[in-house]
């Protein structure tokens, strides 16, 4: 049975991507389709502020697009210089906050501790944020994208607790992603599930995949990442058959099998 996965691979030198070797496992031939284009922008005054660890009670990222912004600014010597000379130490002592296992590695790969890392959604972090900031302390630096969700900053806005948005980078439509899409159709068929792994994954995909399934749709069983990416399908009219319990290979193979297999599954 076919999966289609609408997200781009893993880098090509760390091996096969994740997603695709455990649902292998459970016998599920799966395909990545790049759905979204990352422009990095303010990138001088993201540095900028990594510049003066002394105004923030920390870091918080929800995507890895926002590390990558930071690996950017390291490209070059001079601020490679100055992180590892001071800045990596100085922000070592203050929290690293994470959504996922993905950003949680390269928060890892920048030198820094995540911490919420088991959080797997926006919503779960900022309660584990609460739990552990108290009100009216120093800011938390949060670089994210031009699309984020206002969960985070709400809640936390709501317990007191300072949060410095800077939006590095916009989510655009992969260049690619129509012509990859009718591709995939026209040559593996209609596969038996869909994964989506954003919100904005439903808004550039979906019509085209309403379009070339046409009234075979219905025997699609879709699959959401999360419970964001679930919330943006069902708002689009689609109905959700799994979403992953947490945002790793693992539970979305598991969740994907139980929806292509109900009568074999005794698991709820």
């Known amino acids: 049975m076919k999966v289609l996965l609408l997200k781009e691979p893993k880098d090509k030198d760390s091996g096969p991507d994740p997603y695709i070797k455990e649902l292998g496992s459970y016998s599920l031939e799966a395909a ?6 990352f422009e990095f922008i303010s990138l001088d005054s993201l540095f900028e502020k990594l510049s003066h660890p002394e105004c923030y009670g920390g870091l918080v990222f929800t995507s890895p697009r926002a590390l990558e912004a930071i690996k950017i600014c390291l490209k070059e010597k001079s601020k490679k210089e100055a992180w590892s000379k001071s800045l990596k130490q100085m922000w070592s002592i203050k929290p690293t906050y ?3 296992k993905a950003t949680a590695s390269l928060v890892e790969e920048i030198g820094l501790i995540p911490q919420g890392e088991k959080s797997g959604n926006a919503e779960k972090l900022a309660e ?6 108290k009100p009216n302390s120093s800011a ?4 994210c994208g031009a699309l984020k969700r206002e969960v985070l900053p709400t809640v936390l806005r709501e317990k007191g607790i300072a ?7 916009q989510t655009t439509q992969h260049p690619d992603l129509q012509e990859s899409l009718s591709s995939y159709f026209s ?3 209609i596969p038996a599930s869909v994964v989506f792994f954003s919100p904005s994954g439903v808004k550039f995909c979906l019509q085209h995949i309403q379009k070339l399934s046409g009234d ?13 990416t679930a919330e943006a399908m069902e708002a689009a009219g689609i109905t959700v058959s799994c979403t ?4 790793t290979p693992q539970d979305l193979a598991a969740g994907i099998h139980r929806a292509l297999h109900p009568q074999n599954c005794s698991l709820p």
């Open 163 to 169: 949060l410095e948005g800077l939006t590095v980078y």
């Open 98 to 100: 994470v959504v996922g």
């Open 244 to 247: 992953a319990g947490s945002p």
């Open 32 to 37: 990545l389709i790049p759905v979204l284009s």
């Open 140 to 143: 938390l630096l949060f670089p």
């Open 187 to 189: 040559q593996q068929g």
């Open 128 to 133: 584990y944020i609460c739990s552990r900031e």
């Open 216 to 228: 075979l749709i219905k025997q699609v069983k879709f699959a959401a990442i999360g419970p964001s």
